[in-house]
């Protein structure tokens, strides 16, 4: 039985190793994305070039799109050159991207009204995961248009779920991003006290305080690794979409709001794309002090 032919859209740190992923699935893979470069490695290893994402939806059964915010994915869907401008009646439209849960059910209900369903299914695990193809997938949407992407979803995750995707994903990033601070306050208390970190973090493994933030970031902040798996001012954009859904559903996100503001101020420093593990660093300049891994 042939595959069904895939459009990609949006193939950044997360996007690239995702439709390199689907190419190696044996996908027939269109992809667009706004730099030339990713394209052209991506059409190196099969893929086929669109040069807009109204091609993309003339050509493609099946299209994904992985962005950055909800105002790109409203513009690719709804632009004068977008997807909805050129879908087919009966595409399968798959939204990876972290945004809004308020555009989710927008774009969804226009692409309804074209004969289409969409289903959002943002990912965790960073772009690690995506490279491993062992990705968390939290899949929004009509239980028919689940099941039959789910061969797509099993090449791309390890971890796929059906649920209220983007307010699952905001879940999500609301526990890794104030797991990530509470972590650099610990670390940075032990290097303020004359304590070594690596070893009270290598202690706290060990116990109830052990968790995959403790032992990979705050891995990275001993390595003074910031090199972006995923970068702070994109968590900061999700914090605030979950500050949103907060006030939308009357729900106090108090650690929330102070965990993004700090995100916000390391984007006002200029320090937006280090790795979100280089919260720390707001943190030890607070404190005077700079983690020494010792081990």
Do not use: W
Not at 106 to 113: N, P, S, T
Not at 245 to 261: K, R
């Amino acid at each position: 039985m042939n595959k069904p032919i895939l459009g990609f859209i949006g193939a950044g740190i997360m996007g690239k190793p995702m439709a390199r992923n689907l190419i190696k699935a044996g996908y027939p893979l269109i992809v667009h994305n706004r730099s030339r470069a990713a394209v052209d490695e991506l059409s190196r290893e099969g893929a086929q070039r669109a040069a807009n994402s109204n091609e993309v939806a003339a050509r493609a059964d099946i299209i994904i799109t992985m962005l950055p915010d909800s105002p790109d994915v409203d513009l690719v869907y709804t632009g004068a050159n977008g997807i909805l401008s050129g879908v087919k009646s009966g595409t399968l439209l798959i939204d990876m991207s972290t945004i809004s849960p308020a555009v989710a059910r927008k774009l969804a209900g226009e692409a309804k009204k074209l004969g289409c369903d969409m289903l959002d299914a943002p990912v965790s695990g960073g772009e690690a995961g995506a490279i491993s193809a062992s990705l968390s997938i939290m899949i929004g949407g009509e239980l028919a248009a689940v099941e039959g992407a789910m061969p797509i979803f099993e090449s791309l995750g390890k971890n796929i779920v059906h649920v209220a995707g983007q307010v699952t994903k905001a879940a999500n990033q609301m526990v890794v991003g104030t797991t990530i601070a509470i972590v650099g306050e610990a670390l940075v208390l032990a290097a303020k006290a004359g304590v070594d970190p690596a070893k009270v973090r290598q202690a706290l493994l060990g116990g109830f305080a052990q968790s995959k933030i403790l032992e990979a970031h705050g891995q990275k902040m001993l390595d003074r690794n910031f090199k972006p798996g995923f970068r702070i001012r994109l968590h900061e954009k999700d914090m605030k979409i979950a500050l949103a859904a907060g006030f939308e559903y009357g729900v106090p996100l108090m650690v929330t709001g102070q965990v993004a503001q700090m995100m916000n101020a390391m984007k006002s420093m200029g320090q937006g794309d280090l790795d979100h593990s280089g919260l720390v660093k707001l943190i030890e300049d607070m404190a005077n002090v700079e983690l020494a891994h010792n081990e």
